[in-house]
């Protein structure tokens, strides 16, 4: 395994300015993996210098040359899915088979944007007046600064940097302190793939206030592109404000799961333990509400908590794992101050409920039945293995608590009645729907929220156009 360790800019790797070192923990043992060079305020300059000087060669690049050298890094991302795997797994805490798949996931944002390259449209159409033709095009930002969570440490970023390259874009990425090792060996491979220096500048920090200052004041960022809490997108949306630069934010979710009574209760629990488990349940688009009909709302609940009881909780690169560690200590408390909350309100776990005692930061799968709808885990993004359901006999008031939400991520909805299904589904205030289905994710679809669960979309045809400006030409010939 190679482990890059240092800031990628301008093509080289070097240590930060200050000689800065950041700490990354194996979360399954707690113990250090490595350290990494943290960047500094001048780093993040100069990597904005780099990506400024490097873009605008590739700019003039022909959209069929960049999508090739974007094929390459996609060949190149998959050659090496073994090794990326277990550096997400090692750093993340994610079963091996969720950091393959993660791996998959992420080197697919390159094949579908490498296929975008060569499309980008742009129209011409006759003035209504008769007096010119109306030209639209769209040119590059420029330069984008991205900044990701730990939470998917290769497909967060891919998702960004596939669509801002393929559009002619260069890149400042600031990767989580958590797992910055993923992110830096992707740049690595991408270098490897034949993208040219300069177009990837990877620059992990200990301080990403300053960083993020530096980067969004410099005069050739033009974008930022964030996934991350709606808490920290605001502070980051505030800050973009005083360049005027556009933005992308996938935030926060809260994604409610509904189940009616005619479901198929064996499909909605295999759904119900994708959308809740997939990647250590720590992920945006996570059922975070179970929803069951009276008539149903018991038995999907026994047989939830059997799949629940089923999971086998450890270190991810452990045969069998199928949920690794949290994130962190604060994580764990978090996740257990929840759930304590809502068994106070009187809810009760039919399975698990607490912390997994030992080193690592692990929590017990758990089902929490009878949860009252105004309970405090049914307004929080519990990020952890907890199942809360809330039984319902009305639908109406259902949806109305379903959207009673300031998230709007994603949304589940099982039912054999595929009219309701879908009629259910265009009521909920929710970017994505998963209808019959636990996973909404796929690079060829708009990934997005809506309300404050974020701006814009990423992956699908529109995915490459958030990179862009629009530009109009009034014609006359
Ligand atoms: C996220 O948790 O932000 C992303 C989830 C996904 O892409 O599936």
Not at 71 to 97: F, M, Q, Y
């Amino acid at each position: 395994m190679t482990m890059r360790t240092d800031l990628l800019i301008d093509g080289t790797w070097r240590g930060g300015s200050d000689g800065d070192r950041i700490p990354v923990l194996d979360p399954a043992t707690g113990e250090e993996l490595a350290v990494v060079a943290a960047g500094t305020p001048a780093d993040a300059v100069a990597a904005c210098d780099a990506a400024a000087e490097a873009q605008r060669l590739w700019a003039a690049t022909a959209p069929r040359v960049r999508a090739e050298v974007l094929r390459s890094c996609w060949e190149n991302l998959v050659d090496h899915t073994d090794e990326l795997g277990d550096l997400i797994t090692r750093e993340h805490g994610k079963p091996l088979a969720d950091a393959k798949g993660e791996v998959a996931y992420a080197a697919e944002f390159f094949r579908w944007n490498a296929e975008e390259a060569v499309r980008i449209r742009g129209s011409i159409s006759e003035a209504p007046a008769g007096t010119n033709k109306i030209i639209v095009r769209h040119p590059p930002m420029g330069v984008v600064v991205i900044v990701t969570p730990w939470n998917f440490p290769a497909a967060m970023i891919t998702r960004k940097l596939a669509p801002a390259l393929a559009a002619g874009n260069a890149c400042v990425i600031k990767p989580p302190k958590e797992t910055p090792l993923t992110a830096l060996r992707v740049g690595d491979l991408l270098g490897e793939a034949g993208l040219p220096p300069g177009l990837v500048n990877i620059v992990p920090t200990l301080d990403s206030g300053s960083w993020f200052d530096a980067a969004v004041d410099h005069h050739a960022t033009r974008m930022v592109s964030f996934t991350g809490s709606t808490e920290v997108g605001r502070v980051l949306l505030r800050r973009s404000a005083d360049r005027v630069l556009k933005t992308v934010m996938e935030l926060g979710g809260n994604a409610p799961f509904i189940v009616f009574d005619d479901a198929d209760l064996d499909a909605a629990v295999e759904g119900a333990m994708v959308a809740k488990m997939r990647h250590s349940a720590e992920t945006c688009t996570a059922a975070n509400r179970f929803y069951a009909e009276a008539g149903v709302a018991a038995a999907f609940t026994a047989k939830l908590g059997e799949a629940m009881a089923a999971v086998k909780v450890g270190s991810g690169l452990d045969d069998g794992v199928s949920c690794g560690p949290m994130i962190n200590r604060d994580a764990v408390e978090s996740i257990d101050s929840l759930v304590g909350q809502a068994v106070a309100a009187g809810a009760s776990a039919t399975v698990g409920g607490s912390p997994i005692d030992g080193p690592g930061f692990f929590y017990q799968p758990t089902v929490l039945g009878n949860v009252r709808p105004d309970s405090p885990i049914t307004r929080h993004e519990i990020f952890g293995p907890v199942a809360p359901v809330i039984p319902f006999t009305d639908t109406e008031t259902m949806i109305a608590q379903a959207n009673d939400t300031e998230m709007g991520l994603a949304a589940y909805v099982y039912t054999a009645d595929i009219g309701r299904g879908l009629q259910v589904s265009e009521r909920l205030e929710s970017g994505m729907v998963g209808l019959n289905r636990g996973a909404v994710s796929d690079p060829a679809a708009p990934f997005g929220g809506m309300k404050q669960s974020g701006l814009g979309r990423e992956g699908s045809t529109e995915g490459i156009y958030e990179f862009t400006e629009t530009q109009y030409i009034a014609t006359n010939w």
